[in-house]
């Protein structure tokens, strides 16, 4: 059996860009490159040699994926193949019902039945709700299993994928079950957001947008000066994007892997109002990152009512938004009380003590957390933009 050095995989990896994540032992790369499915194998390949340099026995590889990209697990699951890896493929049901104990289950008995063992893969090739569940899975099985990521949406390319948060849902609450697992890589190709219907890449823009807001002006300004290449999908400008929002998100996480200093909250810019409009919505009917996007217009608006910023920095959110198609207001017939939209804000985990907490731009490219904004400014802010 051979296994071929990355070298040998080439010209897809020519324009690659790698985003080390620097967590101590449990570091990994982030791997940007378009067209690049098929070196997953090579590419997991110098992964495995870096963390484990004994090269004994065959390699195998469970592949979790769901139904809406099973064209592209096959890809990754052929190019294992091919490279002489024992690899089985489980396809899953899209959708948040997918994160349940239920599913893990099942897949316990498919690495139990492969008779995995503690260097057995497991790769998500899918969405969040593929990588959280792979990611537990991985993070339990034999007390954890290499696990490698293979996004296959904006969102997770830039979010889910990144940071080492696994779960899955409880009936009392997402995200209830699950682990810090840090992946032993993660392969990001930019030709399968081509196909990504065009709701989904502009919630997955959201979040790129926050970062910029959040911690880079220079790169808020790329994204400004870029439109035409973010909504033609460019391979170079998603690159670049993905890169950048992925090294900003890792520098976060090297400061908190774990989500103790708080350094982390400053991710959630927006998602204190985009939870509540998500929740009142119902969850599914308005897109994480769409409610994200409202939400940080609410929130920097709210920003601009304390004093800490010009009207022009929410001004150029929403030009920025709005440029892009995405949306920057709630949709019609969404009629959330003050009162329903602040009690759901009181339940979210970030409220200490029944204190809102908001994340604040101080000026594009900063931010700060407040747990001292009067319901009289939040109040506001939600008449002035309903
Ligand atoms: N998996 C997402 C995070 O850790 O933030």
């Not at 209830?176 to 930019?190: K, N, R, S, W």
């Not at 774990?258 to 929740?279: I, K, M, Q, S, W």
């Not at 996007?293 to 709005?322: F, H, P």
Request: negative net charge; aromatic residues 6%; contains cysteine.
């Amino acid at each position: 059996m051979t296994h071929p050095e990355p070298s040998s995989a080439t010209d897809q990896l020519a324009d690659s860009i790698t985003v080390h994540v620097n967590l101590a032992e449990r570091s990994y790369d982030i791997l940007i490159a378009s067209d690049s499915l098929s070196c997953v194998a090579p590419t997991a390949e110098s992964w495995y040699m870096q963390r484990f340099p004994s090269k004994d026995g065959q390699r195998s590889a469970l592949v979790v994926t769901d139904r809406n990209v099973a064209n592209h697990a096959e890809t990754v699951l052929s190019s294992l193949v091919d490279a002489g890896w024992k690899a089985e493929l489980e396809q899953l049901e899209p959708g948040e019902t997918t994160k349940s104990l239920d599913v893990i289950s099942r897949l316990y008995d498919c690495l139990v039945a492969m008779k995995a063992d503690r260097k057995t893969a497991v790769i998500a090739v899918g969405g969040g709700v593929i990588g959280d569940s792979a990611g537990f899975l991985a993070a339990t099985y034999g007390r954890g299993v290499p696990f490698i990521q293979v996004p296959t949406t904006l969102l997770a390319d830039v979010d889910s994928s990144v940071g080492g948060k696994v779960g899955i849902n409880h009936p009392a609450a997402k995200n209830l079950i699950g682990a810090f697992y840090q992946p032993l890589g993660v392969c990001i190709d930019t030709s399968v957001l081509t196909t990504l219907p065009e709701r989904d890449y502009l919630s997955g823009m959201a979040e790129v947008v926050k970062y910029g807001v959040i911690l880079d002006a220079d790169f808020f300004g790329y994204l400004e000066q870029n439109i035409a290449g973010l909504k033609s999908r460019d391979p170079g400008v998603l690159r670049h994007i993905i890169a950048r929002s992925c090294q900003l998100k890792a520098d976060v996480v090297e400061q908190d892997e774990y989500e103790r200093t708080g350094l982390r909250a400053v991710l959630n810019y927006g998602h204190t109002f985009a939870h509540a409009f998500e929740a009142l919505a119902g969850y599914g009917e308005l897109l994480h990152g769409e409610a994200v996007s409202i939400g940080m217009l609410y929130a920097s608006r709210l920003a601009e009512k304390r004093g800490l910023i010009d009207a022009d920095v929410t001004a150029r959110q929403r030009t920025l938004i709005e440029s892009l198609g995405m949306i920057s207001r709630l949709p019609p017939g969404s009629d959330f009380t003050a009162d329903a939209i602040l009690d759901k804000m009181k339940l979210d985990k970030k409220t200490v003590a029944g204190q809102l907490r908001f994340v604040l731009p101080t000026q594009m490219g900063h931010v700060e957390t407040f747990g001292d904004v009067p319901e009289s400014d939040v109040r506001a802010v939600l008449a002035e933009l309903a």
